[in-house]
């Protein structure tokens, strides 16, 4: 089951944070991090990623402040990285996570 938890900000927005298997060939596991309205439509919008079976249950990984910086400052609202032990700790943004690579 993958972890995360919600981080509920002062105007009233949510930052989910959420460790996903990843879409990606390789394996392994990712974790996205989305800013919006409110958790449902955080949630959707992973789904639309075709995250179909993203479900929040808990609260157990919420966003560190450094995560939630990280998503604040992005136009889009929604990036992701692969979990602890990869070599890149940078963020990118979910496009580039489901883009195919050039042939």
């Not at 919006?36 to 959707?44: C, G, H, K, S, Y």
């Not at 889009?76 to 070599?87: M, S, T």
């Amino acid at each position: 089951m993958p972890g995360g938890g919600f981080c509920k900000l002062p105007n009233g927005s949510v930052v989910v944070a959420l460790s996903l298997p990843s879409p990606a060939d390789g394996g392994g596991t990712v974790r996205f991090l989305v800013h919006a309205a409110n958790r449902a439509r955080a949630l959707t919008r992973l789904r639309n990623l075709g995250f179909r079976a993203v479900y929040l249950r808990g609260n157990a990984e919420p966003p560190t402040p450094d995560e939630i910086t990280a998503v604040l400052h992005h136009p889009e609202g929604l990036l992701w990285r692969a979990d602890e032990g990869a070599a890149s700790p940078l963020w990118h943004p979910a496009r580039a996570l489901l883009r195919r690579p050039a042939a």
